[in-house]
């Protein structure tokens, strides 16, 4: 029902900058960003509520990580400042159901494909 597309991935040296940019096609509500880094688990990265308003974010990401979106465009963009070789993942858009921002990965039902993220030294 809902399709995501993210784009905007690629090589950066540690503390450059990288948007990624996510397309939705389909009605969303609340949308997030998750990373996968090689052999750990998906983890939440920033999640955005319906209109844009309320935002949240993971730990290791806050303050440097921005999330944002454009509901005229149904786009949503991740924006990542000051990275880190930590910051290496592949990432994931997701969009879920729900009207509020929210970091349980099972309340998200759609996923797009994952752009790769590389930070080096």
């Known amino acids: 029902q809902v399709q995501l597309v993210e784009s905007g991935g690629g090589l950066v040296q540690a503390g450059g900058s990288l948007r990624l940019s996510c397309a939705a096609s389909?009605?969303?509500?609340?949308m997030g960003w998750f990373r996968q880094a090689p052999g750990k688990e998906r983890e939440f990265a920033a999640g955005?509520?319906?209109?844009?308003?309320?935002?949240n974010y993971a730990d290791p990401v806050k303050g440097r990580f921005t999330i944002s979106r454009d509901n005229a465009k149904n786009t949503v963009y991740l924006q990542m400042n000051n990275m880190k070789l930590e910051d290496t993942a592949v990432y994931y858009c997701?969009?879920?159901?729900?009207?509020?921002?929210?970091?349980?990965?099972?309340?998200?039902?759609?996923w797009g494909q994952g752009t790769q993220v590389t930070v080096s030294s």
């Open positions: 389909g009605r969303t509500y609340a």
């Open positions: 997701a969009a879920s159901n729900t009207w509020a921002t929210t970091p349980a990965r099972y309340e998200y039902e759609y």
């Open positions: 955005i509520n319906w209109n844009g308003r309320s935002t």
